[in-house]
């Protein structure tokens, strides 16, 4: 049977994953006067981890009571635990400020009180600096806000429905991609001048997360086999109060950290005892100010210990709050919750930590620009600004203010004619007919029928993610770890090098194919990088290595080139001695 002709498309600026730093990087790039075509394998805007965040929104405003980035920037980098990029840090601590303004111009609708942004005092921060619209809207509020100005801009083309499979290199310079066009089976070229990554972490690779379907680490796996380098792939950080029981439905895993902003619910383990405390951390007195990775060793010790709850995790308790405070706080959501059968004044919520961010990812610089050039990333695709721990509340001031930078950073490449036509593209970037005998070993692997003898790659996905759950989650050690190791390696064995699935429309075989690809390769570089880091900091946690080592106070980068790992340490970015320093010592 003959095969439909390739579909082939060109744009200025391709951006792959359409969150909040995908759709804050087009916008940019737009505003830059570029063509932009933003793509997705979900819905445009309605994918990724910003739609689903219910929290709060760092950024040192001064609306609440004096504050200033510099402020911000030391608590980010004391949370990091001496690992932030300082350059980095300091881009989304100060440029966050404006970006938080212009969603405010935009009408996201931070809440106010008298006059004022309302803002919360989160864990780690050491005053009130996180906005936002309502402690269980913000993400849905923020992706609404970007998507209504990406919509009114006729220069953002919008594709969902488009899996990026491979990026095309010519002349050491990324020019484009193969995707699957996931409607039909069919394969989809790309011709770009600059390609922005904005895919989100690798929290899917875990059993029990708060991730999309769509954040295995696709962004990740796309830069590596383009050469670009990741850094810090070790540090994974895990929400400490993810529910476990009771039976919740209609409810974000990670939903209770909003009512521990504002109610100061306890975490008490199996016994009813408060614990915190007893892992070198101040007492909370109904406050929440542990950072994640401190809460997180707390309560796995204690389950460790055999004082955690029935379901394997500690209890969160707001039976001290009365319930016309409750009330006050979460109205409606007091009464979805009691048609779930949970009536707070009576019922403890079991908990546990979840696999919610990656602090590592795609190294770049200052304009977000990767080792490779003509590639580009944005938001939690980015490593290096968070150093060994994220800070509460900066995941959507990054998003939103990487994927700026990285909108603009691309522009800057694009052509300075009209579009992509032949004549305007730069030297480097090949014609079509170039391009299309580039692409053509991808194509025709897409096109390839499966082999006989079904692969059970959802099968697979679920054993990936139970070996991650198990052996390189919150707490490793040695032996763990080459377990991990090698189980990956028989997966990847066993998945073989050609793709499962059929050709035909919406084939979740051969998705999940792709899919596993990607977080096999994703998974090793996370155990690689696990296993060299001798030493327990921020979400890296290993059982045989407990204390935290100042030779260890560097950045591991990973590579994979010609079939092999590459891992190189260097010193952490840092910035020279300025009045940021100045206005450190006066904060501390």
């Not at 953002?156 to 066009?181: K, S």
């Not at 991808?442 to 070996?467: C, F, H, K, T, Y």
């Not at 998974?523 to 327990?536: L, M």
């Amino acid at each position: 049977m003959e095969r439909p002709p390739l579909t082939v498309l060109e744009t200025d600026v391709l951006i792959v994953g359409a969150g909040g730093a995908g759709m804050s990087a087009a916008i940019a790039a737009a505003e830059a006067g570029k063509q932009v075509m933003m793509t997705d394998r979900s819905l445009i805007g309605r994918g990724g981890a910003t739609i689903m965040a219910q929290m709060t929104v760092a950024v040192a405003l001064g609306e609440q009571e004096p504050d200033d980035w510099r402020f911000h920037y030391a608590d980010t980098l004391a949370a990091g635990r001496g690992l932030c990029s300082e350059p980095l840090a300091r881009l989304l601590c100060e440029e966050g400020v404006a970006a938080i303004r212009k969603m405010d111009e935009w009408g996201v609708g931070w809440a106010r009180a008298d006059g004022h942004l309302t803002q919360a005092h989160a864990p780690g921060h050491d005053r009130p600096r996180c906005v936002y619209v309502d402690f269980l809207d913000t993400g849905p509020a923020v992706a609404t806000t970007l998507r209504t100005q990406v919509a009114k801009d006729k220069r953002i083309r919008r594709i969902g429905d488009l899996l990026i499979v491979d990026l095309l290199l010519h002349a050491g310079r990324v020019v484009g991609a193969v995707a699957l066009h996931l409607a039909s089976g069919q394969p989809v070229l790309i011709r770009a001048a600059a390609t922005i990554i904005a895919t989100g972490g690798l929290t899917r690779l875990y059993r029990r997360n708060s991730a999309s379907v769509n954040m295995g680490g696709d962004g990740y796996a796309l830069a590596l086999r383009a050469g670009a380098r990741l850094i810090d792939m070790e540090f994974v950080q895990f929400f400490p109060i993810g529910h476990l029981a009771p039976r919740l439905v209609g409810f974000d895993p990670i939903m209770w950290d909003p009512f521990r902003y504002k109610l100061g619910g306890r975490l008490l383990n199996g016994r009813g005892e408060e614990f915190v405390e007893s892992y070198g951390h101040q007492a909370e007195s109904g406050g929440y100010t542990v950072t994640r990775d401190a809460a997180t060793y707390a309560i796995l010790k204690e389950v460790e210990a055999g004082r955690g709850t029935p379901a394997g995790g500690a209890y969160l308790s707001f039976r001290h709050v009365p319930e016309a405070r409750l009330r006050e706080a979460f109205g409606p959501i007091i009464d979805r919750l009691a048609a779930n059968g949970i009536d707070l004044t009576q019922t403890m919520i079991e908990v546990a930590p979840t696999a919610h961010y990656h602090m590592g990812g795609i190294r770049v610089d200052a304009d977000m620009a990767t080792d490779v050039p003509g590639l580009f990333a944005a938001g939690e695709a980015v490593g290096g600004a968070n150093g060994a721990n994220r800070l509460s509340g900066n995941a959507i001031t990054e998003a939103l203010t990487f994927g700026a930078v990285a909108g603009r950073s691309a522009a800057a490449l694009a052509p300075q004619g009209d579009g992509v036509a032949d004549d305007d593209l730069p030297d480097d970037v090949p014609d079509m007919a170039a391009l299309t005998a580039l692409a053509e070993p991808i194509v025709d692997w897409l096109r390839a029928s499966a082999p006989a003898g079904a692969v059970p790659v959802a099968e697979m996905i679920v054993a990936l993610q139970d070996v991650m759950q198990n052996d390189v989650g919150p707490f490793r050690n040695e032996a763990g770890l080459h377990r991990a190791a090698d189980a990956i390696k028989a997966l990847r064995a066993r998945l073989g090098d050609a793709l499962p699935g059929d050709t035909g429309p919406q084939d979740p075989v051969r998705v999940d194919g792709l899919d596993l690809r990607n977080m096999l390769m994703v998974a090793e570089a996370v155990v690689i990088a696990a296993t060299a880091r001798t030493e327990s900091r921020g979400a890296h946690q290993r059982d045989d290595h407990p204390g935290m080592l100042d030779e260890w106070t560097v950045n591991q980068t990973l590579a994979w080139q010609g079939g092999q790992w590459t891992l190189v340490v260097q010193p952490v970015e840092r910035l020279p001695a300025s009045s940021i320093d100045l206005a450190v010592e006066a904060h501390a």
